[in-house]
Nanobody, 116 residues
Framework: QVQPVESGGGLVQPGGSLRLSCVAS????????MAWYRQAPGKERVLVANINVGGTTYYPDSVKGRFTISRDNAKNTVYLQMMNLRPEDTAVYYC??????????WGQGTQVTVSS
């Protein structure tokens, strides 16, 4: 099993920036895709960004141009740089890892609140 652990959440004003980090430990061999999801109160968990081992990234339109995902394979760490944050970005952000054998693991989540 892979155990992702997130950090970096908090309270930020609209227009501000925040960087989330996620370190994966455990059976980290063959991790292919690392991703960030978020879940707002009363809503489904949705994909925010993902990055594969080769560095190819994907963003939905809601965050494209504002969020940047990156990873350090040597440190088994994925980052999410969030800029120009909006109140609608408020959610619990979850780190997710997907191995080549399709084993998926989730972190415990970190709260991001965008409010003045």
């Amino acid at each position: 099993q892979v155990q992702p652990v997130e950090s970096g959440g908090g309270l930020v004003q609209p227009g501000g920036s925040l960087r989330l980090s996620c370190v994966a430990s455990g059976s980290i061999f063959a991790i292919n895709t690392m991703a960030w999801y978020r879940q707002a109160p009363g809503k489904e968990r949705v994909l925010v960004a993902n990055i594969n081992v080769g560095g190819t990234t994907y963003y939905p339109d809601s965050v494209k141009g504002r969020f940047t995902i990156s990873r350090d394979n040597a440190k088994n760490t994925v980052y999410l740089q969030m800029m120009n944050l909006r109140p609608e970005d408020t959610a619990v952000y979850y780190c997710n890892t997907l191995r080549t054998d399709l084993q998926r693991s989730w972190g415990q989540g970190t709260q991001v609140t965008v409010s003045s």
